[in-house]
């Protein structure tokens, strides 16, 4: 058995793909060249080659989570300066259908090492960056590979939490994020609203959130993931609290769409600036997405915000913020500048780790694709 078929059935179309882990999550990468060109049939290639329809992913390549469900598609940009293009589909689970409004910072990670892995850029000697525009957002990003021998090694010493082992630091830093989805940092025109007689801050710092405190849920902040996924009446409060902060936010209404995401803020337990558990939007997140946290992470130093738990004005500069959630912490590095009380954030940067899982080919029902 070599891995090649002899006699593949023509059942299956076969397109190349492969299987990326970024930071946390996991996507099924596809180079844009690779897919149908009309973006109908090619979201029908998707759906069937992830199982868009069942709730398990039998029938598929996704992982029946929301984040281990997602699609990477990467071609050359054409915008100067920018090596390429990627753009982001969450595949929303059972719903048969992919959402495009959201980028996905740990997905993102993994972009740099499948664009040098497919020859997309070419490698420099020690490190290389890659210079990636997220298509969905328009926002920029470098990341920075470690190439020692001319190719993307993925053998280090960073750990990330949430990932067990260690593998080679993948440096991202983020240009222009603020307002990515929404138009402006804080979407609202405040720094603090009230939807639902709850306190929150309205913030798109890369990924547009809504931070409020677990104690004004009702909740410590402690729970585990879990837990949080089984109290029905919560989570059917915070979904009445999106719907009308979504719409406050310019987002329309977001019943169908996966942002803005939503945090829970408390005090910080093992000695970080802050602990946070998120939704994603319905389902808990194990950890935290990346733009999620640095989203989070500004609300935190930002005066007047309910996430702003330890009353603080931070000066002009880079601060660092722990960022803990259910499985560990996350630090961000913000560049702050402020104009009056408001911050505003010249850039963020922060580590991940990333890894090619698979290669192949997926092998998609062809009458799933042209009925
Ligand atoms: O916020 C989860 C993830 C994400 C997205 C989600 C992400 C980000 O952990 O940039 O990374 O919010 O759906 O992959």
């Keep these: 058995m070599t891995g090649v078929l002899a006699a593949p059935s ?13 930071g946390t999550s996991k996507a099924a990468f596809f180079l844009a060249s690779d897919l149908p060109a009309d973006p109908k049939v090619r979201d029908l290639a998707i759906l069937a080659a992830m199982d868009g329809v069942d709730r398990r992913q039998i029938d598929g390549l996704g992982g029946a989570n929301p984040l281990t469900t997602k699609v990477a598609i990467i071609s050359l940009s054409q915008q100067p300066g920018i090596d390429v293009d990627y753009l982001f589909g969450q595949v929303v689970i059972g719903e048969s259908r992919i959402d495009y409004a959201p980028t996905c910072g740990n ?5 740099g090492p499948f664009a040098l892995e497919t020859g997309l850029v070419p490698a420099q000697p020690g490190e290389t960056k890659v210079g990636i525009r997220m298509v969905n957002t328009g926002s920029l990003c470098d990341a920075i590979i470690q190439t020692p021998d001319g190719f993307a090694t993925y053998e280090g010493e960073t750990a990330i939490s949430g990932v067990p082992g260690t593998s080679a630091p993948i440096r991202l830093r983020f240009r222009d994020i603020a307002g990515s989805t929404c138009g402006s940092l804080f979407p609202t ?3 603090a609203d009230t ?42 409060r915070i979904e009445e609290i999106r719907l009308a902060a979504g719409a406050a936010m310019g987002l329309g209404d977001v019943r169908a769409k996966v942002v803005p995401k939503m945090t829970l803020v408390s005090p910080a337990v093992n000695g970080g600036d802050i602990n946070t558990r998120t939704f994603i939007p319905r389902v808990c997140h194990d950890a935290i997405g990346v733009l999620g946290a640095v989203s989070v992470a500004t609300a935190c130093v930002t005066p007047g915000s309910p996430a702003n738990l330890q009353g603080e004005v931070p000066l002009s500069g880079v601060r660092r913020v722990s960022v803990e959630h259910p499985t560990g912490e996350f630090t961000v590095a913000l560049a702050i500048e402020f104009e009056g009380a408001t911050p505003q954030i010249r850039d963020a940067a922060l580590l991940r780790t990333a890894r090619r899982l698979f ?11 042209y009925p």
């Design 195 to 236: 939807f639902c007689g709850v306190e929150v801050t309205c913030v798109d710092n890369g990924m547009p959130v809504v931070v409020m405190r677990a104690e004004s849920l009702g909740v410590t902040g402690n729970e585990t993931a879990r837990e949080l996924d089984a109290n029905t009446s919560l989570k059917a």
């Design 359 to 369: 290669q192949g080919l997926a092998s998609i029902r062809r009458k799933a694709v």
């Design 10 to 22: 023509p059942d299956l179309l076969a397109i190349p793909c492969v299987l990326m882990r970024g």
């Design 107 to 111: 997905i993102l990670a993994a972009v």
């Design 189 to 191: 025109g405040k720094v």
